[in-house]
């Protein structure tokens, strides 16, 4: 503003710099409520439009919660898949802990760039060497 209105005073730069920022604003409402304050400066322009912007926000988070009632039965349902989910997540662990389950590789042709031999990658050759140390 300084260098395009150079003749014109501070005053006159300040309400300028203002209506361009307001204008620039793309939301609608925020643009609207923010002109209708009648900013001198483009610092005041700025913190009401902050403001606004901050209350709108708070204002959409906190409009939204709502009360649930819940049955008891279907409740305990959940908590019976719940409970189902666990232990079948509990017997794939330990199955997978006791090597009874192997995990099927990608591609047997792959090589590893660590160890140049072939059927796994490097993120697997850490896995088959802690294995093969205990």
Same mark, same amino acid.
């Given at each position: %503003?300084?260098? *395009? #209105? $150079?003749?014109?005073?501070?005053? +006159?730069?300040?309400?300028?710099?203002? &209506?361009?920022? +307001?204008? *620039?604003?793309?939301?609608?409402?925020? &643009?609207?409520?923010?002109?209708?304050?009648?900013? @001198?400066?483009?610092? /005041?322009?700025?913190? #009401?439009?902050?403001? #606004?912007?901050? %209350?709108?926000? $708070?204002? @959409?988070?906190?409009?939204? +919660? !709502? /009360? !649930?009632?819940?049955?008891?039965? +279907?409740? !305990?349902?959940?908590?019976?898949?719940?409970? /189902?989910?666990?232990?079948? =997540?509990?017997? =794939?662990?330990?199955?997978? *802990? *006791?090597?009874?389950?192997?995990?099927?590789?990608?591609?047997?042709?792959?090589?590893?760039?660590?160890?140049? @031999? &072939?059927?796994?990658?490097?993120?697997?050759?850490?896995?088959?060497? /802690? !294995? &093969?140390?205990?």
């Amino acid at each position: %503003m300084s260098l *395009a #209105y $150079a003749e014109c005073p501070l005053d +006159v730069r300040e309400g300028l710099a203002s &209506q361009y920022f +307001v204008d *620039a604003i793309r939301d609608e409402h925020t &643009q609207h409520d923010t002109r209708l304050t009648d900013a @001198k400066d483009l610092n /005041s322009a700025l913190a #009401y439009s902050m403001k #606004y912007e901050a %209350m709108k926000t $708070a204002s @959409k988070t906190s409009s939204h +919660v !709502i /009360s !649930i009632e819940i049955e008891n039965d +279907v409740g !305990i349902e959940r908590d019976d898949k719940f409970e /189902s989910l666990l232990k079948t =997540l509990e017997k =794939l662990s330990n199955n997978l *802990a *006791a090597g009874k389950i192997t995990i099927p590789r990608r591609n047997p042709n792959v090589i590893c760039w660590k160890c140049n @031999k &072939q059927g796994h990658i490097h993120r697997e050759f850490l896995v088959i060497t /802690s !294995i &093969q140390e205990n």
